[in-house]
């Protein structure tokens, strides 16, 4: 299983971001994706979650409403669309999936939301 993320950077608050996450070694449109977020001296935590197929996705409280959740499986890629940005939306996001009883994650990348 490998999960590599990109699209992250440096954004000003209100701003916006769509991160991507190819995935490989495994096939892809059997399994829910999720994304997470960890920032400096805090746990890591859940953001958002796709079903395999699509249809049902399912996110944290925090940012309901400004990020979505998608993906094309003939890409076999994840996206994660950030909108009004917020200074608190800083850490770095990491895209996972469950697969035989294990949890993989991708290497991350960084999201800085400052002026």
């Known amino acids: 299983v490998q999960l590599v993320e990109s699209g992250g950077g440096l954004v000003q608050p209100g701003g916006s971001l769509r991160l991507s996450c190819a995935a490989s070694g495994f096939t892809f449109s059997s399994y829910a994706m999720s994304w997470y977020r960890q920032a400096p001296g805090k746990e890591r935590e859940f953001v958002a979650i796709?079903?395999?197929?699509?249809?049902?996705?399912n996110f944290v409280d925090s940012v309901k409403g400004r990020f979505t959740i998608s993906r094309d499986n003939s890409k076999n890629t994840v996206y994660l669309q950030m909108n009004s940005l917020k200074p608190e939306d800083t850490a770095v996001y990491y895209c996972?999936?469950?697969?035989?009883?294990?949890?993989?994650w991708g290497q991350g990348t960084q999201v800085t939301v400052s002026s």
């Open positions: 996972s999936v469950v697969r035989s009883g294990t949890r993989y």
């Open positions: 796709m079903s395999s197929t699509g249809v049902t996705t």
